[in-house]
């Protein structure tokens, strides 16, 4: 009968190791499943900043070529102007 309670205890032990190994598992694989999505996500992140960097700068360019041009057009204007009168 003493033997039987060892064996006993000793097969619960293995049970609660396994279940503890079993969870250990479960949340080594939530982590790394989390570790992805962030991953993920801050990739996105980092293309759309760059995105938006990229039309920043061009939209940059864009207003310099605009000032540029209104200002030209307003000198061209004024010469007009003044060989007129």
Known sequence: MIYWKGESKKGEQKIKSFDKKTKIEKIKKKQ??????????????YKANAKNKKLQA???VWEKISTLDVLIQTEK???KKGKKT
């Open 77 to 79: 204007n004024e010469r």
């Open 58 to 60: 061009e939209l940059g």
């Open 32 to 45: 790394k499943k989390k570790k992805k999505k962030t991953k993920k996500k801050m990739i996105v992140g």
